[in-house]
């Protein structure tokens, strides 16, 4: 991603600098040099500091992009999180409810044996 965004923005610059510019009047002397006029050497100059700007421009968005990066790592950290403890909740909820389940039928049975067991003191003491 970083790559295609960096051959963009240098495709898109080169561009409009290749075309104020006409490399075709470069020639190549004896001695190995090159002859360039005076308008060419301005265009390499604002090639050199496109190039620069670029450069700067890609830093910016590697930045950019590793800073979105640690962002979206901690944001799915949080979300992990979440998930767990919202599962854990879960859990403790059906057990309350199960204690509780279990806790209403206890009830219900000593209920019944303390009517039971008032019934048969009850008729213990009247046979008495």
Known sequence: ????IACILL???SANAFADCDWSTIKKL????????PALNL????????NKTKDLQIADLTKAITLKDLALKESDERVALWSKNAGD???RLNKISQDQKHSDW????LGVGTTFLAAYSASKLIHN
Do not use: I
């Open 1 to 4: 991603m970083k790559k295609l």
């Open 11 to 13: 495709f898109v610059s």
């Open 30 to 37: 004896p001695d190995g040099g090159f002859e360039y006029s």
């Open 43 to 50: 265009c390499v100059g604002q090639l050199m500091e496109d």
């Open 89 to 91: 909740e879960l859990d």
């Open 106 to 109: 206890l009830y219900f049975a």
